[in-house]
């Protein structure tokens, strides 16, 4: 066993390290790495890696380099920050509800951020202008708002002497199309132009990004996915039930509404600036888990990484398949994410 971890000190701490899951880090890393060089490069101007290197340094054509930060790169880092702030928000609830079929889409905690937004985007435009009346920064509060209470009414509609995995499940799919069914209401009755970019946003697009919604995004997605590797420890002993938790010193209520917590905001902030980017949260984790065990020391991270990969690969398949038709991200992830569903669900029937 201790062949798999090596001890890794500092003077602040000391950890063991998951060999192998730092190698598959490692690699997804350098993968994420060529993907972004690749998907700055892509477009109606074509970009060598060489050339986006050198327009990365600031020794390439100011041409390129206004294609790449003005245009290319913002979308590409929002891309890369969703899909892992999407597939660290599932890993903690499949951990949470130990069942392999949880996710926040599935659980409706992505369509209760989704009202939210798009009930934020209704009241606060201006239809003359077509522009918002209050400050952009106000949006990712009212989607993770929207988040928290969706989870929080998920869980407490399928609370019956306990929460048992399936019904989560079925209770979170009944909630998602409450929810989608309000956001059409809303979008019906709401200003025309909020109708088309509800419609793209709510497919999970990252057209339009720019600067502003990184800036606004990178900073909490970020903290709260340190906050969430912060309690790895506890995500580990709920995983193996309460008694368990419990008898290692674990407060396992309060532990799980904070976890909850954390997984309802990363879903909250991804959906706020992409959109309904279905089924990464399902499909990453489930990747993870194959490639370096339940442990979640080493399956957060992993995840992370595959999440944000399969997010920006969507991206840049949907902006360059059908040029100069641009297709939003999520319908490539949810035609993955769908047919991989109903597998999990055949697959887990009589568990």
């Not at 991200?329 to 109903?342: D, E, K, N, R, V």
Request: hydrophobic residues 55%; aromatic residues 8%.
């Amino acid at each position: 066993m201790m062949k798999k971890y090596r001890p890794l000190r500092t003077p602040l701490f000391s950890v063991l390290v998951d060999r192998k899951a730092a190698w598959i880090s490692l690699l997804l890393l350098l993968s994420g790495i060529f993907l972004f060089i690749l998907s700055v490069g892509t477009g109606t101007l074509f970009l060598t890696p060489a050339e986006v290197v050198a327009a990365l340094t600031g020794t390439g054509p100011e041409l390129h380099q206004t294609v790449i930060f003005s245009f290319r790169m913002p979308r590409v880092l929002l891309a890369f920050l969703a899909g892992a702030a999407l597939a660290c928000s599932g890993a903690v609830l499949q951990g949470l509800v130990r069942n392999p079929l949880a996710a926040p889409d599935v659980l409706g905690i992505t369509g209760g951020a989704t009202v939210a937004a798009v009930s934020f985007l209704a009241l606060f435009s201006d239809e003359r202008v077509n522009t918002l009346t209050v400050d952009l920064r106000f949006l990712p509060a009212a989607a993770c708002l929207g988040a928290i209470l969706a989870g929080l009414l998920t869980v407490i509609l399928a609370w019956k002497r306990g929460v048992r995995p399936f019904r989560l499940v079925l209770i979170g799919v009944g909630v998602s199309a409450a929810a989608q069914a309000i956001t059409t209401t809303i979008i019906l009755g709401g200003p025309l132009h909020l109708a088309t970019q509800a419609h793209i946003w709510m497919a999970g697009s990252f057209n339009g990004t720019n600067w502003s919604h990184v800036g606004i995004a990178a900073p909490v997605i970020l903290v709260l996915l340190v906050l969430l590797f912060l309690g790895v420890r506890k995500l580990n002993l709920l995983s193996f039930g309460d008694e368990l938790a419990t008898g290692a010193g674990i407060r396992v209520e309060q532990s799980r509404i904070s976890l909850l917590l954390l997984s309802a905001l990363l879903a909250g902030s991804a959906v706020a600036f992409a959109g309904n980017i279905g089924f990464i949260g399902l499909m990453a984790p489930h990747m993870a888990r194959k490639l370096c065990g339940s442990a979640h020391g080493a399956l957060l991270p992993v995840a992370a990484l595959l999440g944000g990969i399969l997010a920006a690969g969507a991206d840049l398949i949907g902006r360059t398949a059908f040029a100069p038709l641009e297709v939003p991200a999520g319908i490539f992830t949810s035609a993955l994410g769908a047919p991989y569903f109903l597998w999990l669900l055949y697959r887990t029937r009589n568990q």
